[in-house]
C-alpha cells in the first residue's frame, strides 16, 4: 500500500486501504462463521454471529452487513437470520451438554437440571385407581386414572379452561378454582369425596422438589403470573384449597408434565429414557444415574437413577449461545417474563405465532409485505396464533388460498399478491424449522450425554409436535445430521396425555412404597 502513495493523494489512498481492510477482515469472519461455523470459543463465535443476524430491515448497520442488505431480497434475509446449519447444530449440543453439566452440580445454574424423586420406572404391571389433576398451560384437566395392568389405563377426565384472569390473579383464587372444578368432577362421576383417594398433580412450571409430594414455584413461565404462589409449595396450596372444600383427598405426588409424560410412556414401552414436551411450553426429563448428579445430597436410592427434570426451556437465558435475532429480542422483551426461557421462546407455540408477527409487521413497514399497507389487527400483541402458521405451512394450492384466506378474511389484509403470500409462507417455514432443529439440539444431547447412541424410545407429546406439519420430519432431519447413523435408533414416539396418567402411576409406585428413598 505504501507505494501507492503520493504527496497528492496519500490521505484518500489510506482511507480507501483501510476500509477494504476492515471489509475483508469482516467478510473472512463472516465466511468462516457460516461455513466452518466451528469457532474455537464458543463465546466469540456466539458473539460474531448475533453480529451476522441482528440486522433486522429496520437496522441501521453500517459495514459489510449494511452493504450485503441493499441487495438482499427479504426471504435471503431472513433464510440467513433464522438458518441453523449443520454445523452450528453441532456447536449447540456441545454447549448443552455443558450446561446440562452445570446443572446437575448446582442449584442455581441456568438449566435446573431438578431431581424429580421419582427414582425408578413402572413395570406395565402396578394397579389401582387414582385422582391425577394437570395443570399444563390454558387447560386444567381433572382425571380418574384406573390402571389395569400389562400397560392398559381406562381414563375419565374433565378438561376445564384457566382464564386469563385467573392465570394472572391470585393464588387463593387459582387454587380454589382447582379444588372446585375436581369437586364438581367427583360429582359428576359419582365419586366419594371423603374417601382420601390419592392423587397425583402435575403441576408444568419449574418446582424445586424437596420430596416427591412437596415443591416449591422457582417463577411462573407461559404467561402466568398469579401472586402468592412462586416459593410456596404448590402441594400445600392445593391441600388447604381441597381442605376449604371439604374435600377428603391425599395428594402424594408432585409431577412436572415432561416427568409424567416419560413415566405414562414407559408404562407401555420400557425402552423409554426421556420425556419431552413441545406445546405451548418447552421441557424435557430423562433418567440420569445417581453418581452423575454431585448436587444430590438427599438420601441413598436403591435403584442408583433419578428421573431430571431439565427445565431445558431456560437455557440460553445467560444471552451467550443462542442464535437469535432481532425479533427474538422483541418478542422477549414484550413477553412478561423477559430473559426468561429464552430456548423455550424459540421453540414453543406461545412464541412462534407471535415470532412470524414481529416479522410480517417489519415487512410491512419496510414495504416488503402488503405493499406496505399497515395491518392493523397483527399490530396487536399474541393476535397471530401459531395455529395459523400450521395452516399456512399445510397450504400446498398454487395460489396458496388457505393463507390468503387466513390474511385477508381474518386479518382484514387488503388484497394480497401471491408474492406476498409466498413470502408470509416462507416465514412460517423458516420459524418452523428453526424451532424444530433447535428441539433436536436438546434430545441429541440428552441421548449423547447419557450414552443411549445405541437406540432408546424418546416420548414427546404437546400441540406443536402433534400438530405443526413436518416438526417431527424436520427434527430427525436434523438428528440425522447431529448423530449420523445412530439417529435410526432414537424413537421419537407421539405420546399423548401422559401427563396426567404419568401422575397416576407415580401415585401408585408411591403407594405401594416403592418410591421410597433410603
Ligand atoms: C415449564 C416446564 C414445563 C414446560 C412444558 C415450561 O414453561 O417451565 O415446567 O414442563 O413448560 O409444559
Same mark, same amino acid.
Given at each position: 500500500m ?33 461455513i ?69 452440580k ?20 402396578e ?9 399444563g ?7 380418574e ?48 369425596k ?93 433418567? @440420569?444415574? *445417581? #453418581? ?8 441413598k436410592?436403591?435403584?442408583? !437413577?433419578?428421573?431430571?427434570? /431439565? =427445565? ?63 395491518? @392493523?389487527a *397483527? #399490530? ?12 399456512? !405451512?399445510?397450504?400446498?394450492? /398454487? =395460489? ?29 417455514e423458516?420459524?418452523?424449522t ?46 440425522? !445430521? ?6 435410526e ?30
Amino acid at each position: 500500500m505504501t507505494q501507492l502513495w503520493s504527496a497528492d493523494n496519500r490521505v484518500p489512498l489510506f482511507v480507501f486501504g483501510l476500509t477494504t481492510g476492515i471489509a475483508l477482515t469482516a467478510a473472512v469472519q463472516y465466511l468462516v462463521t457460516s461455513i466452518s461455523g466451528t469457532p474455537l470459543n464458543l463465546r466469540a463465535a456466539a458473539d460474531e454471529d448475533r453480529d451476522h443476524r441482528s440486522s433486522s430491515s429496520s437496522s441501521s448497520q453500517q459495514g459489510p452487513v449494511a452493504q450485503r442488505k441493499n441487495v438482499e431480497t427479504a426471504t435471503q434475509r431472513l433464510e440467513r437470520q433464522f438458518t441453523i446449519s449443520t454445523a452450528m447444530l453441532h456447536n449447540l449440543v456441545k454447549a448443552f451438554i455443558r450446561d446440562m453439566e452445570r446443572g446437575l452440580k448446582r442449584d442455581n445454574a441456568v438449566m435446573k437440571m431438578i431431581p424429580s424423586y421419582v427414582i425408578r420406572r413402572p413395570t406395565g404391571d402396578e394397579t389401582g385407581t387414582y385422582l391425577a389433576l394437570d395443570l399444563g398451560g390454558s387447560n386444567f384437566r381433572v382425571c380418574e386414572c384406573t390402571l389395569a395392568g400389562k400397560g392398559q389405563v381406562r381414563i375419565r377426565q374433565k378438561k376445564f379452561v384457566v382464564s386469563e384472569e385467573l392465570k394472572t390473579g391470585t393464588a387463593t383464587a387459582l387454587f380454589d378454582y382447582f379444588a372446585e372444578c375436581v369437586s364438581s368432577t367427583m360429582d359428576g362421576f359419582g365419586l366419594d369425596k371423603q374417601a382420601g383417594t390419592k392423587l397425583g398433580f402435575t403441576f408444568s412450571f419449574p418446582v424445586q422438589q424437596q420430596a416427591l409430594n412437596r415443591g416449591t414455584l422457582y417463577h411462573w413461565t407461559k404467561g402466568f403470573t398469579a401472586e402468592g404462589v412462586v416459593g410456596q409449595d404448590v402441594v400445600g396450596l392445593l391441600d388447604a384449597a381441597l381442605r376449604r372444600k371439604g374435600l377428603k383427598i391425599d395428594v402424594t405426588a408432585l409431577v412436572n408434565d415432561t416427568v409424567g409424560t416419560l413415566i405414562s410412556h414407559a408404562y407401555l414401552d420400557t425402552a423409554t429414557t426421556m420425556g419431552v414436551i413441545l406445546g405451548t411450553g418447552t421441557n424435557a426429563a430423562y433418567v @440420569e444415574r *445417581l #453418581e452423575n448428579i454431585p448436587k444430590w445430597t438427599g438420601p441413598k436410592c436403591p435403584t442408583n !437413577e433419578m428421573i431430571i427434570n /431439565m =427445565e431445558w426451556g431456560a437455557w440460553g437465558q445467560d444471552g451467550i449461545i443462542l442464535p437469535t435475532t432481532d425479533y427474538d429480542v422483541k418478542v422477549d422483551r414484550a413477553s412478561p417474563n423477559p430473559q426468561k426461557q429464552s430456548y423455550e421462546k424459540m421453540i414453543s407455540g406461545l412464541y412462534l405465532g407471535e415470532l412470524t408477527r414481529y416479522i410480517i409487521v417489519d415487512l410491512i413497514s419496510t414495504g416488503e409485505l402488503f405493499a406496505g399497507r399497515r395491518c @392493523e389487527a *397483527l #399490530e396487536v400483541q399474541h393476535s397471530f396464533d401459531t395455529a395459523n402458521m400450521s395452516r399456512i !405451512e399445510r397450504d400446498h394450492s /398454487m =395460489e396458496l388460498t388457505d393463507t390468503r384466506s387466513i390474511l385477508e378474511d381474518l386479518y382484514a389484509v387488503k388484497k394480497t399478491t401471491l408474492a406476498d403470500r409466498r413470502l408470509v409462507k416462507r416465514i412460517c417455514e423458516l420459524i418452523g424449522t428453526r424451532a424444530a432443529r433447535m428441539a433436536a439440539v436438546g434430545i441429541a444431547s440428552v441421548v449423547t450425554k447419557t450414552n443411549k447412541l445405541a437406540g432408546t424410545t424418546v416420548a414427546v407429546d404437546g400441540s406443536v409436535f402433534e400438530h405443526y406439519p413436518h416438526f417431527a420430519n424436520r427434527m430427525r432431519d436434523a438428528l440425522r !445430521e447431529l448423530l449420523g447413523i445412530n439417529a435410526e435408533g432414537i424413537v421419537l414416539a407421539q405420546a399423548r396425555d401422559g401427563s396426567g396418567q404419568g401422575a397416576a402411576l407415580i401415585a401408585a409406585l408411591a403407594d405401594h412404597g416403592e418410591e421410597k428413598l433410603q
